[in-house]
């Protein structure tokens, strides 16, 4: 099996492990108020969600296998990320390239099929202004979709960036953060699916 | 899988696999149970709820390895305050909202709106 081993020198940001690991828990401090901001927008959520104003509900609106499609191609691409990361930790630049592209690709897919189930939503009249119920909702599953769009950004540049500069230390690092970040929008996923799509379909 | 490390790996493919299949199996086990209207919404929501805390807890342990960090384990301490803060910040609106809903009548909501209408 042929190896693809990183052979560019670091020019810059190199380094030591420790200050590398101090890097990634900065970043999990800051996965941590992004929880406390989407905690925010859940509870708006649950305070308004009964208040229709002679609209629709939720399960009159929501389309629930699209649902359970979204929820399982975001669980299947945070599954790749962790591949992709295992490939980075093994130096195989082939396998984090394809490993991240699958992600990349799942996730596209994610948001295609969540902003056809709100411009569907809005050409039927139920936009953000129809009721506080729909504009908690919008706000609260629009913010994860802009969180999902800047990983996709995100990711795009860093595999362009990977394949021409290869699996320097700076750029698994790179990885680690995009990996975190991902897992992470995978697990705010599963609070709004249950609590938004699940409980308001009962 | 290639054995070839150029650095000690600290994680390995078991872990995802393990979290992935649980995750799938929690979801679907979930989607099942709200769409067959076969039980009483009573049964279903408090049972929702405990499988979506399980599965917070089952990506948390396998996606991103919390508790596996060396000693001090300062992303679990973060973590835990997270689950604090975020705790208060829920149940207080709730409170707060439903003791406001059950102290106000629509008519005095009106008649509130109506006189901060100048400010």
């Keep these: ?37 989407f905690a925010s927008l859940f509870a708006t959520y649950a305070v308004l969600h009964n208040n229709t104003f002679g609209g629709p509900a939720g399960a009159q609106l929501f389309n629930m296998p699209n649902v359970l499609a979204e929820t399982l191609i975001l ?27 699958v992600t990349f ?20 009249g139920n936009s953000w202004q129809r009721s506080g119920f729909l504009s908690s909702f919008f706000t609260l599953v ?22 021409a500069t290869g699996l320097t230390k700076a750029n698994v690092r790179r990885l680690t953060l995009l ?18 799509y699940m409980l308001g379909a009962i | 899988m290639s054995e070839r490390t150029s650095e000690p790996s600290k994680t390995t493919l078991r872990p995802y696999v393990l979290g992935y299949i649980w995750s799938i199996y929690l ?21 929702v709820i405990a499988l979506a805390a399980v599965q917070f807890v089952v990506q948390l342990v396998y996606f991103l390895h919390l508790g596996q960090e060396t000693r001090p384990r300062w992303r679990l301490y973060a973590v835990l305050f997270m689950i604090i803060v975020v705790s208060i910040l829920v149940f207080g609106s709730l ?20 006189s901060q209408d100048g400010l």
């Design chain 2, 95 to 114: 409170w707060i909202m439903s003791n406001l809903n059950y102290r106000m009548t629509p008519q005095q909501i009106n008649t509130y709106m109506q």
């Design chain 1, 1 to 37: 099996m042929s190896q693809h081993v990183a052979t560019v020198k670091e020019p810059r940001l190199n380094l030591a492990p420790e200050a590398s690991s101090k890097v990634t828990f900065g970043f999990w401090i800051y996965i941590m108020t992004d929880c406390v901001l």
């Design chain 1, 105 to 124: 690709v799942l996730g596209a897919s994610f948001l295609t099929i969540e902003l056809s189930e709100f411009s569907k939503l809005v050409a039927s």
């Design chain 1, 179 to 196: 990996s975190l970040f991902w897992h992470f929008l995978d697990i705010v996923w599963i609070f709004i699916f249950t609590m938004v």
């Design chain 1, 142 to 163: 629009g913010t994860h979709g802009l969180h999902i769009t800047v990983g996709l950004l995100w990711m795009a540049i860093l595999i362009a960036k990977i394949a």
């Design chain 2, 27 to 47: 979801t679907i086990t979930v989607y099942l149970l709200v769409t067959s209207d076969r039980f009483d919404s009573y049964i279903v929501v408090p049972i």
């Design chain 1, 75 to 101: 669980l299947t691409s945070s599954f790749t990320t962790g591949l992709g990361m295992l490939a980075a930790q093994q130096r195989h630049l082939r396998k984090v390239i394809a490993w991240f592209g």
